[in-house]
């Protein structure tokens, strides 16, 4: 085991890394309010990777720290900015993001729909603690890089998630970024 990563804040990536993820648009398609507008984009402009992540995993056990770097490019689907898919720790376990580049939101909510958000921004540390589900969204033109860290039993759900979304969308309101009901989530039943 080696003790750390470097994180090259030009080319956006994190090494030693045990595990690296690319998502792209058409595995997103569903979690935008629009998923019409998301098979028009991806008509014209292909199947491009929304956001990327590079983790240190040290197993699924309790007692270590698993952490990692996201890379979120710029783009919209209709109104709605880019979006990570969000999840549920299953354990009752915080997260730790460290804004490293870009500009962004993130969207916290409880299982019983009580919703914070915060900005992320280098510089910022966002605190997300047990209970809430998590969703970063890149409100800038440029990548959104971050860091985090999470408890390495913490287990990831998503599910709850892909059904019902979250509470609240972020979207561009005169060039700007704009928080609003989620239609589709006030008419779920609770999960
Ligand atoms: O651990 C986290 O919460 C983040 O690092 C996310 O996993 C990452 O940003 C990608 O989001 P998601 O796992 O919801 O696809
Ligand atoms: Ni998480």
Same mark, same amino acid.
């Given at each position: 085991?080696?003790?750390?990563?470097?994180?090259?804040?030009?080319?956006?990536?994190?090494?030693?890394?045990?595990?690296?993820?690319?998502?792209?648009?058409?595995?997103?398609?569903?979690?935008?309010?629009?998923?019409?507008?998301?098979?028009?984009?991806?008509?014209?402009?292909?199947?491009?990777?929304?956001?990327?992540?590079?983790?240190?995993?040290?197993?699924?056990?309790?007692?270590?720290?698993?952490?990692?770097?996201?890379?979120? @490019?710029? *783009?919209?689907? /209709?109104?709605? +900015?880019? !979006?990570?898919?969000?999840?549920?720790?299953?354990?009752? #376990?915080?997260? &730790? @993001?460290? *804004?490293?580049? /870009?500009?962004? +939101?993130? !969207?916290?909510?409880?299982?019983?729909?009580?919703?914070? #958000?915060?900005? &992320?921004?280098?510089?910022?540390?966002?605190?997300?603690?047990?209970?809430?589900?998590?969703?970063?969204?890149?409100?800038?033109?440029?990548?959104?890089?971050?860091?985090?860290?999470?408890?390495?039993?913490?287990?990831?759900?998503?599910?709850?998630?892909?059904?019902?979304?979250?509470?609240?969308?972020?979207?561009?309101?005169?060039?700007?970024?704009?928080?609003?009901?989620?239609?589709?989530?006030?008419?779920?039943?609770?999960?």
């Amino acid at each position: 085991m080696s003790f750390g990563s470097k994180i090259d804040a030009v080319k956006n990536l994190l090494e030693p890394f045990t595990n690296h993820k690319v998502v792209k648009l058409s595995s997103l398609r569903d979690y935008f309010s629009e998923p019409n507008e998301a098979d028009r984009v991806l008509k014209e402009r292909g199947d491009v990777v929304v956001y990327e992540y590079y983790e240190r995993i040290f197993g699924e056990g309790g007692g270590h720290i698993n952490f990692g770097l996201t890379v979120m @490019y710029p *783009g919209k689907i /209709g109104r709605e +900015y880019f !979006l990570t898919r969000g999840h549920f720790h299953e354990k009752d #376990a915080a997260e &730790i @993001y460290v *804004g490293l580049k /870009g500009v962004g +939101y993130i !969207l916290m909510q409880t299982r019983d729909g009580k919703v914070e #958000a915060r900005v &992320i921004e280098p510089d910022t540390v966002v605190y997300v603690p047990p209970g809430y589900g998590h969703r970063t969204i890149n409100t800038g033109t440029e990548p959104l890089v971050f860091f985090f860290a999470y408890p390495s039993d913490a287990g990831h759900d998503y599910e709850a998630v892909k059904e019902k979304g979250f509470a609240k969308l972020v979207v561009e309101e005169n060039g700007k970024p704009k928080l609003i009901d989620n239609p589709k989530y006030l008419m779920s039943p609770m999960v």
